[in-house]
């Protein structure tokens, strides 16, 4: 029965479900002690494991109230980017630490044996953040998009009250931290734009400053930019006044000519007319007179005639006396003539020129002669009519080519000044258009800034009075009644199975490691012949009574040990009238 050959051989043979079903009833004790144990020694770890609670609360993100068309806010960073920035600013060592002292989650042996770091870091890990996301369409691109809309904050411990505080805290934390954050974010735009337009607008005073001073330089007047075409019109409206002055003034002179030649052909004095009616020439007519009688006579006469005799003695007797006429003539045309030379040199020379100097000064000389003698006493008093008339005109059209004369040059002068600024306008122009550059560019960085500022300050005041994207706490943290982990049930389901794997892996183990034989194959295979018959066990009344009792220490075991699951479901995991109540309303009976 022990041959060590033949338990080979046997161990070669495949054995059938029944032959694996006899080995389990052959050491279903040792089984079901293996099991047993198992299954114990997890119910004793299931509810023996430390609980753990767990403390949430759930935060709203919500969009601003003011549609993001009228206010922009000037924060532009994602939710879940923001979530984990106030992270890392609360979850400090400092802060982690405050909490752990004011809630005592630490005894004083775990304080002085752990480091800092490491409570904070046992903290951190107990704290967890999850985001809860939802499917939205973008209204910008009309896409759908995943968006964090809320997320949960959660703590877990092993005192449920502390926990809900703790919890509490973590969330009033980081309401706060967000509205700080939002609040001091908009205030740094606000306040830098702010200080932006400051500079900006100390800048335009300075340009503006710099501009004017440009416009007041003596060197810049008529110059600038803006002054270029009204230069330009001035420029050609002298020049046009000029040709017209020069085209009257020669049309004058022609007049002036003409009137002098009329003037010459005039007597200044009239004929007398005398109380007997006849008419008494005057001297200057008789002389024509008389040469014209003497041309007739002469013609008609001899030389010794009587008539012609007298007639001489007469002429020669005016020529005589208009002798200092002829005088007073050539001075007053030595007068026109040097008058008409000074206008000329006007034209061509300035007031301060010697050459005028000089004609002016044998003008002035000439006059005064004229003054000092008797025929200009005598030219003081014509009284011939026509001669005055003409006279009269000779002077008012030498006025006139003096008027226009001098209106010429200073026409000239203008003309010059105005030449001298369109000359310098290129140069005076690049400097204004520089100035004018960075003036414009200033005034447009300080309207965007202006803007911008403006639109700060609407976000800041968005920001101030809680209008824009904030944190909502919708669900505040419960105090916690199930703790999270262990999960007991499972543990208890998984040593359920575990025991009844440990029990097997024991059967099977100690059917290899025993050689007895226990089947009519294994008698067959070991003899070479099969048995004749083969007779059962049967038992006695004392192992009958034995079989009893065991079956009834088993039963009450079992029923024992259901108690004692369901006491620990009871008071480890949820009380045994919320369980069926949960049960009925799962099966729809209440």
């Known amino acids: 029965m022990n041959n060590p050959a033949a338990m080979f051989d046997i161990e070669e043979e495949g054995k059938s479900l029944r032959d694996y079903i006899n080995v ?157 954050e939002r609040t001091t974010e908009s205030q740094s735009t606000s306040d830098f734009l702010q200080a932006e337009g400051k500079m900006l607008s100390e800048e335009l005073e300075r340009l503006d400053a710099a501009i004017a001073a440009f416009k007041e330089d003596e060197n810049n007047k008529g110059a600038l930019p803006e002054a270029d075409q009204f230069n330009r019109s001035v420029v050609d409206r002298t020049e046009s006044q000029i040709n017209d002055l020069s085209y009257m003034i020669e049309e004058w002179k022609k007049l002036k000519i003409q009137l002098e030649s009329d003037l010459t052909q005039l007597s200044p004095n009239a004929p007398v007319l005398l109380s007997s009616g006849q008419t008494v020439l005057g001297e200057a007519d008789r ?123 200073d026409l000239r002068l203008k003309m010059e000044k105005y030449e001298g600024y369109l000359s310098r306008a290129p140069q005076v122009q690049k400097d204004f258009s520089r100035l004018g550059r960075d003036y414009q560019n200033t005034i447009a960085k300080y309207q965007e800034i202006r803007y911008k500022q403006m639109s700060a300050e609407l976000a800041q005041n968005l920001e101030t009075e809680q209008k824009g994207e904030r944190f909502t706490l919708i669900q505040p943290p419960e105090l916690p009644i199930d703790p999270v982990s262990p999960n007991r049930v499972a543990l208890v389901l998984l040593g359920g199975i575990l025991a009844v794997g440990a029990g097997i892996g024991m059967a099977l183990l100690l059917e290899a490691l025993d050689d007895g034989i226990y089947t009519i194959g294994e008698v067959t295979t070991l003899t070479g012949a099969a048995p004749l018959v ?53 099966l729809g009976i209440n």
């Open 24 to 180: 389990l009833r052959r050491r279903k004790r040792k089984m079901a002690i293996t099991a047993s144990i198992v299954f114990v020694l997890m119910v004793i770890t299931a509810f023996a494991w430390p609980p753990t609670y767990r403390s949430q609360s759930t935060i709203l993100i919500e969009q601003q109230d003011i549609p993001d068309d009228l206010v922009r806010t000037t924060i532009t960073s994602y939710a879940q980017q923001r979530i984990e920035e106030i992270k890392q600013r609360i979850m400090t060592i400092g802060n982690i630490m405050n909490i752990v002292e004011e809630y005592e989650l630490y005894s004083e042996s775990e304080m002085q044996r752990k480091t800092r770091t490491e409570i904070a870091q046992d903290f951190r890990d107990a704290v967890s953040i999850r985001p809860i996301s939802a499917e939205v369409v973008d209204p910008r691109s009309g896409r759908p998009s995943t968006a964090v809309i809320a997320f949960s904050l959660a703590f877990d411990g092993d005192v449920p009250s502390k926990v809900q505080k703790i919890t509490n805290e973590i969330t009033t934390l980081y309401l706060d931290e967000n509205l700080r």
């Open 287 to 409: 002389l024509k007179a008389l040469q014209t009688q003497l041309r007739q006579a002469s013609a008609a006469y001899k030389e010794d005639h009587p008539t012609v005799v007298r007639l001489r003695r007469e002429v020669a007797a005016l020529l005589e006396s208009g002798a200092v006429g002829d005088e007073r003539k050539a001075m007053l045309e030595q007068l026109r003539a040097e008058r008409d030379r000074l206008a000329q040199l006007k034209d061509k020379y300035t007031a301060e020129s010697p050459q005028i100097k000089t004609s002016q000064s044998v003008i002035a000389g000439i006059e005064k002669e004229l003054s000092d003698s008797v025929v200009a006493s005598a030219e003081e008093t014509p009284d011939n009519p026509a001669y005055l008339l003409l006279k009269t005109r000779l002077q008012g059209t030498e006025a006139d080519i003096r008027n226009g004369t001098a209106k010429i040059a």
């Open 534 to 586: 083969a007779i059962t066990y049967m038992e006695n009344s004392v192992e009958a009574s034995q079989h009893n009792r065991k079956r009834i220490y088993i039963f009450l075991g079992l029923v024992l040990v259901g108690v004692i699951i369901l006491t620990c479901f009871h008071f480890f995991i949820k009380p045994l009238d919320v369980t069926w109540y949960i049960l009925l309303r799962k």
